[in-house]
């Protein structure tokens, strides 16, 4: 080309654009924005096979289906642990448990848990540093209002719900906190049951959702169901469970767990109708899904908006709780507390318009510690150094360059102290780590047996003492969680 025509050649495009745009039709849709909307749907103990599309013959779950039909289904996804506290903590620090430091839940009276430094990258800060109007709606449990693990101070800019997890075993509790502000909820004051929480929580998780309509938002939802107590609103839901199952076992409770003048806090409620509760609770999840989805829709912000959903945990088996009668750990052995597959796999979905394929299923192996690196690539922020986390976008986008775990590791610090490995095909479980019982490990070709029925340790020996290995290699020392007894030792614990 002339470069001496470069200059008009310019004008002369500047012009057209100029003539053509005055020309245009205003009522054109305008372009999407650059940005991807986040949303990280938790539920908390909802097990394997409590979603319809996974089985579940007793509860209807449509718009979780829904999820699943519209977008990808990680069938090798896993939480963080075992337990609220230090799962909510691995997918935060990106950090597994034998890194991360919240790795049990460890109360603090009157009312919180221990707290998460504030000294180490978190998911939220990581995407309000990148732009992002970051919320939290639900339980949270990782650290008590003006501590280093305020909501706030992990990069939360607004938090709404359950500061504590044991306030959390009481769906109409006495107040609730937004921010560092105690809400009262009139009407519910340990005695009577006027409030259900989770609606109220729900309420402002939409409202978060109207007023960040035109910017970037991270919006985490921890959801507080199906987690004991069993509760749920007298409504049409719950009406159509007590009619499917009729009579039931009624659950007795202990003492202090009703509702009155000598209640504790962290029990569970008595209940006449456990398994109806139970259901009615879980598709009140699905409601509330649903109600995202209309969000979106009605925002315009469904195509450049990811949702993700999982559960922290396996399922339960508290406050009355049957995950038997509900095959509610489907295919797999162990519920809550356990490290065996049914502890700790997640039915993870990923939503999101025009880059997941509707209704596709991959085998990629991951964990919540790699959802941080995953947000943060999306989100355009830094990937902080030094986690344990490996971001899965080029599988969400169907490309062919995933890198993958040499392994995944957890450890458990109650029940006589339990770690787990899992690398490729091979899964090894160690018992009673510092306990007073037989310690021993288990090994389970996930490939051959994934409902680990048959431990083969005995024929692979080696397998064996390199998966030990491992465990000693993936666990370091915490000066509040210690794992192997002399660690417990020196804690005095």
Known sequence: MNFKLRPLLNILVALGFLIFGCSSDKSETPESPAYTNIIFILADDLGYGDLGFLGQEYIATPNIDRLAAEGMF???????????????SALITGLHTGHTPI???????????????????SLARVMAEAG?????FGKWGLGFIGTSGDPSNQGFQDFYGYNCQRYAHRYYPAHLWHNDEKIILEGNDWTEKAVYAPD?????????????????????????????????????????????????????????SAYGPDMNISAYQPHDYPHAAFAAMVERIDVYVGEVLDKLEEQGLAENTLIVFASDNGAHRE????????????????HKRDLYEGGIRTPMIAWWPGKVKAGSSNNHISAFWDLLPTFAEIGGADVPDDIDGISFLPTLLGEGNQPEHEYLYWEFHEQGGKQAVRQGKWKAVKLQVFGKGERRTELYDLAADPGEENNIAAEHPAKVKELEALMQTAHSPNPVFGLYSEEREKLGQ
């Open 74 to 88: 990680f069938t090798n996804h896993y939480s963080g642990a075992t337990v609220c506290a230090p799962s909510r």
């Open 103 to 121: 790795r049990g839940n460890r109360e603090v009276k009157p009312e919180g848990q221990y707290p998460m430094p504030d000294s180490i990258p």
């Open 132 to 136: 992002y109007q970051t919320g939290a």
């Open 200 to 256: 109220l929580i729900q309420k402002e998780t939409l409202s978060f959702i109207d007023q960040n309509r035109d910017k970037p938002f991270f919006l985490f939802m921890p959801i507080v169901m199906p987690h004991a107590e069993l509760a749920a609103p007298d409504d049409e839901i719950y009406q159509k469970y007590r009619s499917k199952f009729a009579e039931e076992k009624p659950y007795k409770g202990n003492a202090g």
């Open 319 to 334: 406050g009355g709780a049957d995950p038997d009668f509900f095959d509610s750990n489907g295919p797999f052995r162990g």
